[in-house]
C-alpha cells in the first residue's frame, strides 16, 4: 500500500480530464470534472446543460457516481457521493473555460447551464505503475511463480 493513497489519488486525479458520471435514473456520461481546492479535496464540480437527463436527475440532489481511468493507465476510480444543481456564480466563474463555452451558444450567459456539485463521500482506488510496470509484473510472474504486484488498491472515504 502507497504512504498515502488518498494524496495518490489527488495527485492523478488532477491530471485526468474525464470519466463517466451518473446519477439516480440517469445513465453514465462522459463528462470533464473540476477539482475544488477550497473545499478540502472534498467537492468536483461538472457544467453541463440543464436539459440533460443528468441535470434534470440532480434537481433536488440525488447519489452519484463518478468513474474515473487515467490516460497512462496509473489511476481507477469509482467515486461515490452526492450530486446536486447549484446556482454558484462565483464558482462557475472560477471554472468556466473554452471547453465548456463551446457547448453552449451563448456562452457563460447561457441559460442552459447547469452547474453540478458532486460532494465525495467515498472512492474505490487502484493506483497502478502504469501499463508498462503491469506487463512487467505478469512476465516476473509468469517465469517466477509469484503473483504480481500490480498496484495498490484501498476505499478513500472522505
Given amino acids: ?15 485526468t480530464r474525464a470519466g ?39 434537481a433536488k440532489g440525488v447519489a452519484g457516481q463518478y468513474i474515473v481511468s487515467s490516460k497512462d493507465e496509473q489511476l481507477y476510480a469509482r467515486i461515490d457521493g452526492r ?10 466563474d472560477r471554472i ?20 453540478m456539485k458532486f460532494e465525495l463521500s467515498k472512492a474505490e482506488v487502484w493506483i497502478t505503475g502504469g501499463s508498462l510496470k503491469f506487463l512487467y509484473e505478469v512476465a516476473k510472474a509468469n517465469t517466477t511463480g509469484s503473483v504480481p504486484d500490480v498496484g495498490d488498491h484501498d476505499t478513500v472515504i472522505f
Fill in 20 to 58: 463517466m458520471l451518473s446519477a439516480d435514473g440517469a445513465p453514465a456520461v462522459p463528462m470533464s470534472h473540476h477539482i475544488d481546492e477550497e473545499n478540502d479535496g472534498s467537492v468536483l464540480w461538472f457544467i453541463t446543460n440543464k436539459h440533460t437527463d443528468l441535470a434534470q436527475a440532480t
Fill in 96 to 115: 468556466w473555460n473554452s471547453f465548456a463555452a463551446a457547448w453552449f451558444e451563448d456562452g457563460r450567459q447561457d441559460d442552459d447551464i447547469a452547474l
Fill in 1 to 15: 500500500m502507497t504512504k498515502d493513497i488518498k494524496a495518490d489519488f489527488w495527485d492523478r486525479l488532477k491530471d
Fill in 83 to 92: 450530486l446536486s444543481q447549484e446556482k454558484d456564480l462565483k464558482q462557475l
